[in-house]
C-alpha cells in the first residue's frame, strides 16, 4: 500500500486499512513511514521527555499489566504517598540539566481526587512550567472542571492511554470501560490541552486489535498530539508476567504505522526500550518514533540508562560532531 501523494491527514481510517499497511514487507513500511516523518518533522528532532511516579502503587484498578494495581498483591512494590512539591521540583530540575525538556508526572489513581492533594498537582505543574519544561500528567480519569484548572496552571499534556483496541480491552481491564477512557480524552480536548494517548503491544492482542487502538485515536480531530508506543513489561506479580518478549520488529512495525496514521503525532518510545539494542531504537527513530522518555525509571520499571542513551544520541550525531567527542 503506497502513501497518499499529498500526505493529507486522514481522521476516516478503517481498521482493515490500518491492519494493510502494517503487514506489508518491512522495508517498504520503514522506507513510507519516514517519507511520511520528513514530510511533517525534522527527523533529528527527537524530544527527551522525564517520568516521575509522584503517587506510587494502591491502584484500585486491575489492569493485568500494571505492577501499581492494588489487585495484585504479589508484586513487590514500595507504596509512595503523594510526593511533596519541593522533591518533585528538585527531580524536574535535575531532569533538566541532564537534557530533558518535558516532565511527566504519574499518580496511581483510578480518579484524579478534589482538594489538597489535586491543589499539589497544580503547583507541581506551576513549577515544572517555572522550569522552562513542558509538563505532563496522567491522574487516571478527571472531569471537565479539573481539566479546565490544570490548563489554568500551565499544563501542556494530559496524559490517558487506551492501552490496546476496544475489542481486546476487556481481557486486560475491567474495572473501567473503554468509554470512560474517551469520556477523559473528550475532557481532556475540550479544554484545550494536548492529547497524549497511546497504548501497550505484546499483551497477547491481535495485530488488528492494535491496528483498532490506532484507528480510535486516529478518529480524534485533532489527532493526539502524541502517541506513547510501548511494550509490554512483564513485571512478576502481575497477571502478564509470563508473556514472552515482543520481536523488535513488532515494535517498529507498530512505530510505523503510527507515524503513517497519524502524521503529525510526536511517537514516543516509550516503556521496554530497555530491552532493545542500539541499533533497534535507531531503527524505531528511522521509522518515525520522534521522542524516548530519558533517564533510567519509568514509573516503576526500569529504562536504558542515561550513560546508554547519551551513547544513543552520540551515534546519531553528524560524523564530525561524533570525532569531535571521541
Request: charged share 25%; proline share 4%.
Amino acid at each position: 500500500m503506497n502513501a497518499p501523494a499529498d500526505f493529507s491527514l486522514r481522521y476516516d481510517w478503517r481498521v482493515e486499512e490500518i491492519v494493510a499497511i502494517h503487514d506489508q514487507p518491512l522495508l517498504d513500511l520503514v522506507a513510507q513511514a519516514n517519507a511520511v516523518h520528513r514530510r511533517f518533522h525534522d527527523v533529528n528532532d527527537v524530544q527527551k521527555a522525564a517520568l516521575l511516579s509522584i503517587k506510587t502503587g494502591g491502584c484500585p484498578e486491575d489492569c493485568s499489566y500494571c505492577p501499581q494495581s492494588a489487585h495484585h498483591r504479589e508484586v513487590k512494590l514500595d507504596r509512595v504517598d503523594l510526593m511533596e512539591t519541593a522533591d518533585v521540583l528538585g527531580a524536574a530540575k535535575t531532569a533538566r540539566e541532564a537534557g530533558a525538556d518535558r516532565f511527566c508526572m504519574g499518580a496511581a489513581w483510578r480518579s484524579a481526587p478534589e482538594g489538597k492533594r489535586f491543589d499539589a498537582v497544580l503547583d507541581m505543574v506551576r513549577g515544572v512550567r517555572a522550569l522552562g519544561m513542558e509538563a505532563c500528567v496522567t491522574l487516571g480519569m478527571i472531569n471537565e472542571s479539573q481539566a479546565r484548572r490544570l490548563v489554568e496552571a500551565g499544563l501542556t499534556a494530559y496524559n490517558h492511554n487506551l492501552d490496546t483496541g476496544p475489542e481486546f480491552y476487556g481481557e486486560i481491564i475491567t474495572t473501567r470501560t473503554y468509554q470512560d477512557r474517551l469520556d477523559t480524552l473528550k475532557a481532556v480536548r475540550g479544554a484545550g490541552l494536548e492529547m497524549c494517548c497511546g497504548g501497550i503491544i505484546g499483551m497477547g492482542e491481535s495485530v488488528k486489535d492494535r491496528a483498532g487502538m490506532l484507528q480510535t485515536l486516529a478518529s480524534f480531530d485533532p489527532h493526539p498530539e502524541s502517541v506513547p508506543i510501548n511494550a509490554l513489561v512483564a513485571v512478576e506479580g502481575t497477571p502478564l508476567a509470563g508473556r514472552a518478549r515482543i520481536d523488535p520488529l513488532d515494535l517498529v512495525r507498530m512505530i510505523a504505522t503510527t507515524r503513517i496514521v497519524m502524521p503529525k503525532a510526536r511517537v514516543r518510545l516509550s516503556a521496554g526500550r530497555s530491552s532493545l539494542s542500539r541499533e533497534a531504537q535507531i531503527l524505531c527513530l528511522v521509522a518515525g518514533a520522534n521522542s524516548i522518555f530519558y533517564g533510567e525509571k519509568l514509573l516503576t520499571t526500569g529504562n536504558a540508562g542515561v550513560n546508554e542513551d547519551d551513547a544513543l544520541f552520540a551515534a546519531l550525531a553528524a560524523r564530525e560532531a561524533r570525532a569531535a567527542a571521541s
